[in-house]
């Protein structure tokens, strides 16, 4: 059984930073690509970012590149998201996700559908 467990989220000024954690268990972690998404009230879930097995290849959403960074330490089988400069418009549940392949696409390491396995969120608040 695959368990993913976020934490770092919070409530925060427009301007702050927060790194989010995800540990995961019960896969060989180091063997899938990992992703962070992100929904807001009344939106549908969207990207955020995603890496590659080994912490070579990365993606991000257009809307956060510059100032997030996500990455991955395999020997304790977490990956975080450095989220910097943050804004109103970041507020947001966040999850992580496990991809469903060990193979690196990046179209669809985007696309939600591709993760079998996800954590419960955790919430990210911005206030302007």
């Known amino acids: 059984q695959v368990q993913l467990v976020e934490s770092g989220g919070g409530l925060v000024q427009a301007g702050d930073s927060l790194r989010l954690s995800c540990a995961a268990s019960g896969r060989t972690f180091s063997s899938y690509p990992m992703a962070w998404f992100r929904q807001a009230p009344g939106k549908e879930r969207e990207f955020v970012a995603a890496?590659?097995?080994?912490?070579?290849?990365?993606n991000y959403a257009d809307s956060v590149k510059g100032r997030f960074t996500i990455s991955r330490d395999n020997a304790k089988n977490t990956v975080y998201l450095q989220m910097n400069s943050l804004k109103p418009a970041d507020t947001a549940v966040y999850y992580c996700?496990?991809?469903?392949?060990?193979?690196?696409?990046?179209?669809?390491?985007?696309?939600?559908?591709?993760?079998?396995?996800w954590g419960q969120g955790t919430q990210v608040t911005v206030s302007s």
């Open positions: 890496i590659d097995r080994s912490g070579t290849i990365i």
């Open positions: 996700a496990v991809h469903r392949t060990p193979l690196w696409s990046t179209a669809q390491t985007m696309d939600v559908k591709t993760y079998d396995y």
